[in-house]
C-alpha cells in the first residue's frame, strides 16, 4: 500500500522531525513523500525571467538539513517509495488545492509546535490547509532543540 503524504519545511533539520515520526509509525506503508515550501518569486523582471524552483530549493538547503534528511531516508528505507522536496510560489487557497489534487495528496503532517521560518519572500501556507478537504494531522512533539545522532547503526534523536 501507497500513501501520498505533504509535509510543509522550512529546510530546517526540526522541520524534518515530523517526517521521522510519521515514518516511525508506519511501519507497513510506502510513502511518497513531499516536503513542501512556500516561496514568492521576486517582482523583479530580470529575476523572474531566470526564476527556477529548483535553484531557490538548491539554495535553501542547509548542510544539517541535508545530513538529517539522509539518514530519514537511509533509516526507513523500506518505507520511502519516493521523496521530493518542492515549491510553491502561491499563498493562495486555490493554488494551494490545486497543487494538493494534483498530486494526489492523502493526507498531510503539520509540526503542532513549530511556526514555519518564512525570511525574504518565504510564506507560511499551513493556514490555508484547512480549506483543503484532505486529512490534516498535527504532530505535536517536544519544544527542544534537536540533532540527529547515529551510533552504532541505531537512529535516534537527542533532545538538548
Known sequence: MTKTILIPTDFTVRSLQVLSEVLSNAPFIR??????????????ITEMLFFRKEKVIRDKYKPEFT??????KNRFESRIESLV???????SRSALVEYLNNQGVAEIFVHGNLKLKT?????????????CNIPVTSVTLEQHSFAFSEISGNFSFAYN
Open 31 to 44: 510513502h511518497k513523500i513531499i516536503l513542501l515550501y512556500g516561496e514568492q518569486p521576486s517582482d523583479s
Open 67 to 72: 545530513e538529517a534528511l539522509e539518514m530519514i
Open 85 to 91: 522536496v518542492d515549491m510553491i510560489s502561491q499563498n
Open 119 to 131: 525570511p525574504g519572500n518565504a510564506f507560511d501556507f499551513t493556514q490555508n490547509l484547512k480549506y
